[in-house]
């Protein structure tokens, strides 16, 4: 059974500090794909990224990025130089080609980044 | 491309009352998801559609849940006898085939039984 977690319910930093979210996920299929989702307080879900499988590459988007790592079964985003802006319920989702792509995400993590 | 809308964006109702939703997807987009957030918690799976047909149900979907996709569109999701624990947000997504993996997301449906 396919399982997220996402161990650090809330982290607060202040502006311009460094943050690293960490998800850890379980799952049986080869193929699948691992999501970052930002939840600001309006409640929509942002899209963030996706990685699949097949591609271990670590990606970097402006102040965004993203390690990938199937030994440790991680997928991990840090945010660097955080802003104010960045204050949301951030969640990490898995969904696996045998699932019929449903998606699992962890309870996610609420970072509050403070001036 | 006008992305998954839903309707209503809010509902409140009480306790006992039947509550329907409705979730256009994104045009041609064959699958459609229900999934159910709770205060607190990340989104979990209820059930989804291929075109008209229902394929999978979460056992999460109690009987007082039901969901439609009557001609392959737009998606309706209706509780009846509703329960202070239904209050949840409700989100519907579409996805392609070939790119089934890519879910979009609507905005929600905000259900609060008083």
């Known amino acids: 059974a396919q399982k997220v977690t996402q161990a650090q319910t809330e982290i607060s930093v202040v502006e311009k500090e460094d943050v690293t979210l960490d998800c850890v996920y379980e799952t049986r299929d080869t193929t699948y794909y691992l999501f970052w989702y930002k939840q600001p307080p309006s409640g929509e879900l942002v899209f963030l990224i996706r990685?699949?499988?097949?591609?271990?590459q670590n990606e970097i988007s402006g102040r965004y990025s993203w390690n990938f790592q199937k030994s440790t079964s991680s997928f991990n985003f840090t945010i660097t130089a955080s802003q104010v802006v960045d204050s949301a319920v951030y969640f990490c989702?898995?969904?696996?080609?045998?699932?019929?792509?449903?998606?699992?995400f962890g309870k996610g993590t609420l970072l509050t980044v403070n001036p | 491309d006008t992305g998954v809308s839903q309707d209503p964006r809010h509902k409140i109702t009480k306790r006992g009352q039947n509550v329907t939703f409705r979730c256009d997807p994104i045009s041609e987009h064959n699958r459609l998801y229900w999934y159910r957030q709770t205060l607190g918690q990340g989104p979990e799976f209820l059930t989804y559609f291929q075109n008209e047909a229902q394929l999978e149900k979460s056992r999460l979907l109690s009987d007082r849940f039901s969901a439609e996709r009557p001609k392959g569109s737009f998606s309706t999701l209706e509780i009846q006898r509703t329960e202070q624990g239904d209050s949840a947000m409700y989100l519907c997504?579409?996805?392609?085939?070939?790119?089934?993996?890519?879910?979009?997301f609507g905005p929600g449906t905000r259900l609060t039984v008083t």
């Open positions: 989702a898995l969904s696996e080609r045998g699932s019929n792509y449903k998606l699992t």
């Open positions: 997504a579409s996805s392609s085939a070939g790119t089934y993996y890519e879910q979009y």
């Open positions: 990685r699949n499988s097949f591609d271990e």
